[in-house]
């Protein structure tokens, strides 16, 4: 990779990578990404597997909402594509988790065991996008159709359903 070129942003679709050492099949990532929804905006972020996105970075998390009283309201949207589909890869699991972010105080609210549980949800094939307004529902929508439209067309009714603004 030539150094002066920036890596893009891509969802983890297709991996051929088979772990055969200790914990093998315990948890596969590989068909997990994550979409930050800021506002009406929603993009691929894969730095948000490791709690570095960029809405993150630099941020003091506490699990004191009240610690945040200036925050604006994001989130991180866990979505895990299954490629093992007839019709080929499509969105199978799809959930949020919300954070407040207050850049200026370098101060943010999330529940880790949140975030965790709803990685495992997604993980699971289930859709949880509850309390997303109609601007983020529709902003993710976009997000995951305009990455990869055939995938969004194999997705399931449920999410398709859940996205409707």
């Known amino acids: 990779m030539d150094i002066g070129k920036k890596k893009l942003n891509a969802l983890n679709v297709v991996s051929n ?6 914990g093998a099949g315990a948890i596969d990532l590989n068909n997990v990404s994550s979409v930050i929804i800021d506002g009406d905006e929603a993009y ?4 948000a597997m490791h709690a570095k996105s960029k809405v993150e970075r630099g941020i003091k998390f506490s699990s004191n909402k009240e610690d945040v009283p200036n925050g604006r309201r994001c989130w991180i949207v866990w ?32 529940v880790l065991a949140d975030h965790v549980n709803r990685m495992d949800y997604a993980m699971k094939r289930r859709i949880m996008v509850e309390g ?11 997000c995951l159709q305009n ?4 995938i969004w067309n194999n997705s399931g009714e449920e999410l398709k359903k859940a996205l409707e603004v």
């Open 132 to 142: 997303l307004n109609e601007a983020e529902k529709a902003a993710l929508k976009r």
């Open 44 to 47: 691929i972020d894969l730095g």
């Open 17 to 22: 990578k088979e772990h055969k050492g200790f």
């Open 147 to 150: 990455y990869n439209e055939e």
């Open 79 to 110: 979505v895990a594509v299954d490629k093992n589909a007839e019709a080929g890869p499509r969105y199978a699991g799809v959930t949020a988790c919300e954070m407040l972010v207050d850049e200026e105080a370098r101060k943010g609210w999330k």
